[in-house]
T-cell receptor, first 115, second 113 residues
């Protein structure tokens, strides 16, 4: 496997279900991100982990719970979601140091539908 | 606050040149990125500007003016496969936020024969 992988690619869940999204990066990066992409809206940053520590939580509802057990893996645990949470969830990683380009590499995303 | 504006949609003809503009107002600036995103796929990195001027990479070029809060992506010799959304993103802020990206809504480019 190379780059950033995400599973599952598609997920349909009811509002009372609990599910988890998984992201794995094979690039040796030290920062990982969760984004939400809805139709006609910009990519919304949800969570940031740098060196496995959460450094940002952009006012995301508590029904989304991130977990970063190590610098290569990132999870997004979902429970009691709402239909408006249906979106494409993208994981990204980057190598962050002071200065420099350090672009983010994105995974293919999980298309989530909440029924 | 962070605000990034780019046109919602553009249409151009195969073989032509198209310029996609992006204006930004952000609380900090550590570089501007352009990403390409085909429908149903992940965004992929195209270009990066941190100093004023033009960066050229094959058929794609990107320009930055920090004093004007303005950038553009120039695509030459358009091909049908260039039909995609083009996302402008600014890396900004300070401290823990200095490496985070703020994205515009994206410009959907349609290339027609």
């Amino acid at each position: 496997e190379t780059g950033v992988t995400q599973t599952p690619r598609h997920l349909v869940m009811g509002m009372t279900n609990k599910k988890s999204l998984k992201c794995e990066q094979h690039l040796g990066h030290n920062a990982m991100y969760w984004y939400k992409q809805s139709a006609k809206k910009p990519l919304e940053l949800m969570f940031v982990y740098n060196f496995k520590e959460q450094t940002e939580n952009n006012s995301v509802p508590s029904r989304f719970s991130p977990e970063c057990p190590n610098s290569s893996h990132l999870f997004l645990h979902l429970h009691t979601l709402q239909p408006e949470d249906s979106a494409l969830y993208l994981c990204a990683s980057s190598q962050e140091r002071t200065g420099g380009r350090y672009e983010q590499y994105f995974g293919p995303g999980t298309r989530l539908t909440v029924t | 606050g962070q605000n990034i504006d780019q046109p919602t949609e553009m249409t151009a003809t195969e073989g032509a040149i198209v310029q996609i503009n992006c204006t930004y107002q952000t609380s900090g600036f550590n570089g501007l990125f352009w990403y390409q995103q085909h429908a149903g796929e992940a965004p992929t990195f195209l270009s990066y500007n941190v100093l004023d001027g033009l960066e050229e990479k094959g058929r794609f070029s990107s320009f930055l003016s920090r004093s004007k809060g303005y950038s553009y992506l120039l695509l030459k010799e358009l091909q049908m496969k260039d039909s995609a959304s083009y996302l402008c993103a600014v890396k900004g802020g300070s401290g823990a936020g200095s490496y985070q990206l703020t994205f515009g809504k994206g410009t959907k480019l349609s290339v027609i024969p």
